[in-house]
T-cell receptor
Framework: AQSVTQPDIHITVSEGASLELRCNYSYGATPYLFWYVQSPGQGLQLLLK??????LVQGIKGFEAEFKRSQSSFNLRKPSVHWSDAAEYFCAVGLMEYGNKLVFGAGTILRVKS | GAGVSQSPRYKVAKRGQDVALRCDPI?????LFWYQQALGQGPEFLTY????????KSGLPSDRFFAERPEGSVSTLKIQRTQQEDSAVYLC?????????????FGPGTRLTVL
């Protein structure tokens, strides 16, 4: 069955430090992968997506992610975190044969300390 | 409006009551999805519409859950005889069809609390 694992429930980083959020997926076909961010009381906002082509994808707010098929991973990175990045981050795989319904991981809560 | 809207934003129901949650997708978006997000969890798929056709309802947890989109635009998720385990945030998303333009745009959600 399709699944997404985000191993880290909480991560705390200092403002200005680099960030990497881990995501592993289980899916039999070519995956379509997404990272969303959710601030308290807000809906989900798409940070970036991978469909095909270059395995390093750039997103909004200075985020990037790298698709590694051999590791079934799609880790999210940012070179320098800002206090406003504190939020919950969700990795998801899109199931194209089902109209692109999304299977989400459990999320990683990012805390930024000044 | 420019985005997906949902109403009400908050709903408190007594156990056993029926509730109806509304989603207004982005104009022209053919696809519409409902997700359920329990506290501390990621969203979980409930059901999917393409225009007025409900193509996938495999995620609906019981026959107390019912969704409709009669004119292919606004959608309503109805929960009958609510139970405490139904307490969650219900998210609606809409998208255009086709790849790779089918990014799902999410609404702010309806937080349902069943007492």
């Amino acid at each position: 069955a399709q699944s997404v694992t985000q191993p880290d429930i909480h991560i705390t980083v200092s403002e200005g430090a680099s960030l990497e959020l881990r995501c592993n997926y289980s899916y039999g076909a070519t995956p379509y992968l997404f990272w969303y961010v959710q601030s308290p009381g807000q809906g989900l906002q798409l940070l970036l997506k991978y469909f095909s082509g270059d395995t390093l994808v750039q997103g909004i707010k200075g985020f990037e992610a790298e698709f590694k098929r051999s590791q079934s991973s799609f880790n999210l990175r940012k070179p320098s975190v800002h206090w406003s990045d504190a939020a919950e981050y969700f990795c998801a795989v899109g199931l194209m044969e089902y109209g692109n319904k999304l299977v989400f991981g459990a999320g990683t809560i990012l805390r930024v300390k000044s | 409006g420019a985005g997906v809207s949902q109403s009400p934003r908050y709903k408190v129901a007594k156990r056993g009551q029926d509730v109806a949650l509304r989603c207004d997708p982005i104009s022209g978006h053919v696809s519409l999805f409902w997700y359920q997000q329990a506290l501390g969890q990621g969203p979980e798929f409930l059901t999917y519409f393409q225009n007025e056709a409900q193509l996938d309802k495999s995620g609906l947890p019981s026959d107390r859950f019912f969704a409709e989109r009669p004119e292919g635009s606004v959608s309503t998720l109805k929960i009958q005889r609510t139970q405490q385990e139904d307490s969650a945030v219900y998210l609606c998303a809409s998208s255009l069809p086709g790849i790779p333009n089918n990014e799902q745009f999410f609404g702010p959600g309806t937080r349902l609390t069943v007492l």
